[in-house]
């Protein structure tokens, strides 16, 4: 978010020292066990003995509005036939990214044992060359479980917790520096530390520099502010939860992500790159969706967003509501749950999945497909190297249906002690002469059916839609006593706004008296434990 700009942070050293490793490899057709045999990854202990390592310098933060490398391009420096002392289980070709191995369009990058190794990324680059060790701080080096590059920024999770950051990614190595700052203000916090408990977690940054805009649903670009937007996604230990924690806000877990099918979806591992996420059910199901704090309309204070129509619009503002969750075709052929993806080109338009599995002549390598292709096919890249993931049961079988939690809303009520009587009033006049219900309300999940009953057998349905905010105060996750706020638009349907002249005299009377002439009102709202509140109607609804 552009609050970014402000930062300004001078120094260029390494600091003062004052989506977790890899299980091992897994042959085909082991039995998936979600919980307790996952997550396929190294869970933070916060109790770990570790030692301090404070690194309050560090470039990362700072605006980067165009890419800039004034040193050409040898990647580690090193000759493809030089010698090294890396370990001899690092990747030989091309990979999946996960957190131990992962890349970016310049350098590969591989944790082993603590140690952060590189190389330049051949793919891309056609450099070949070996693993040379990345200079890490002495205190950080030894202590990492888990690693994650996009774009120009690494995020390394030590044993504890604790989140690292390198800056630089993009460059060369000699401006490779390291931090432990995290939170407000401005990325200038003083650290913070992950949960302990999820099945994965991943780093996703898009920036104006490689990024440079994103393309909202309405198919308008938006420049991205030079701050760019990073976050750390963490698919908490249910497989429902996605919550989100962003270096610029506040060091709690309060910010999230309604789950694919209306947030009933369990997955067992996710993977994100430039604001597009991807998840994957132990079934093989894949599904993705563009989503960041900007383009999801929580950044009122930089950003203007509007429901209506933005197509063809003079001027237009970011299109709300934002991107829904997208399924992928199925991958005809055998995967496992390791999966990455990697995002390609400006504009918020290619991304490219890959999925670890094995061909139909028993060949180990990935599938993989770009996101916004045409057609449902999936192309195998041979690798013949050894598997990191555990297999899925990609059969397809009613697959979703099996892998459904709890739906995540309650429902509450305005005034239904009134219903039975409401047949009796001729007209609505006034905020008693009607009721109303909120259907599976949802912190994280939007939109929600606003039901407006005029009488006891008589009712209609508008839809409530919902947008987090900004906020640099820490809170808890979801709802409790302390009031959390909402922006947000009640949307009359298409239907009902069309044919509005048409329908009963109370219909057009509710409309007329608390929506005005467009589809869309925006609101805003306010929510604790039980209660919902319309804060500019005072419309309370309660559980």
């Not at 790159?273 to 993705?288: E, K, M, N, P, Q």
Request: glycine fraction near 10%.
């Amino acid at each position: 978010m552009d609050l970014k700009v402000v930062a300004l942070i001078a120094t260029l050293a390494l600091g003062a020292c004052s989506g977790s490793s890899d299980p091992g490899s897994a042959s085909p057709g082991t039995d998936f066990v979600p919980n307790p045999g996952g997550p396929f990854a190294t869970k933070v202990n916060h109790d770990a003995d570790v030692g301090a390592c404070v690194l309050p310098g560090g470039t990362i933060g700072t605006p980067d509005p165009v890419a800039i490398d004034i040193l050409p391009d040898t990647g580690n420096g090193l000759a493809a036939d030089a010698v090294t002392d890396a370990p001899a289980d690092l990747p030989v070709g091309s990979f999946v990214r996960g957190d131990t191995e992962t890349y970016n369009r310049r350098y590969d990058f591989a944790l082993r044992d603590g140690v952060i190794w590189f190389r330049s990324h051949a793919e891309v680059t056609g450099i070949n060359q070996p693993w040379d060790r990345v200079q890490m701080p002495a205190c950080l080096e030894g202590t990492v479980i888990g690693i994650a590059v996009d774009d120009d920024e690494m995020t390394a999770i030590r044993a504890d917790g604790a989140i690292y950051g390198m800056d630089n990614a993009l460059n060369a190595p000699e401006w490779f520096n390291w931090t432990s700052r995290w939170g407000p203000p401005t990325w200038l916090g003083s650290g913070h530390q992950i949960r302990e408990n999820y099945r994965a977690w991943t780093w996703t940054v898009i920036s104006p520099a490689e990024d440079k805009n994103w393309t909202d649903p309405a198919g308008n670009l938006h420049a991205i502010g030079q701050g760019k937007v990073s976050h750390i996604w963490i698919l908490a230990d249910d497989g429902q939860d996605l919550i989100y924690v962003d270096p610029w806000l506040p060091r709690d877990e309060s910010y999230g992500m309604c789950a694919p099918e209306g947030g009933r979806l369990q997955m067992v591992n996710l993977t994100a790159s430039g604001s597009t996420v991807a998840a994957i059910t132990r079934y093989g199901d894949i599904y993705t969706r563009h989503y960041d704090f900007d383009l999801a309309g929580a950044d009122n204070v930089f950003f203007s967003y509007s429901y209506e129509d933005q197509r063809g619009v003079p001027d237009p503002v970011i299109q709300l509501p934002s991107y829904d969750w997208v399924k992928q075709p199925r991958i005809e052929g055998r995967i496992t749950h390791h999966f990455g993806i990697h995002k390609l080109g400006e504009n918020m338009i290619h991304r490219v999945l890959r999925v670890e599995g094995i061909d139909a002549a028993g060949h180990t390598g990935y599938w993989q497909r770009d996101i916004v292709a045409e057609d449902d096919h999936w192309t195998f890249v041979r690798t013949d190297a050894a598997l990191k993931g555990t297999e899925l049961d990609n059969t397809g079988d009613n697959s979703v249906a099996r892998v459904l939690g709890p739906a995540p809303g309650l429902d509450y009520g305005y005034n239904l002690d009134a219903l039975p009587t409401l047949g009796d009033r001729e007209h609505i006049e006034g905020d008693d002469d009607w009721a109303a219900e909120l259907l599976g309300f949802s912190t994280y999940c939007s939109p929600t059916t606003l039901r407006i009953h005029t009488g006891p057998n008589q009712h209609f349905d508008l839809i409530l839609h919902t947008t987090d905010v900004i906020r640099q105060l820490e809170r808890a996750r979801g709802l409790d006593d302390q009031p959390r706020s909402f922006r947000g638009a009640i949307e009359i349907p298409q239907t009902l706004y069309d044919n509005l002249a048409n329908q009963p005299a109370k219909v057009q009377e509710f409309v007329a008296r608390y929506l005005g002439p467009t589809r869309f009102t925006e609101i805003q709202l306010s929510g604790v434990t039980g209660t919902i509140t319309f804060s500019d109607q005072g419309w309370a609804f309660t559980r």
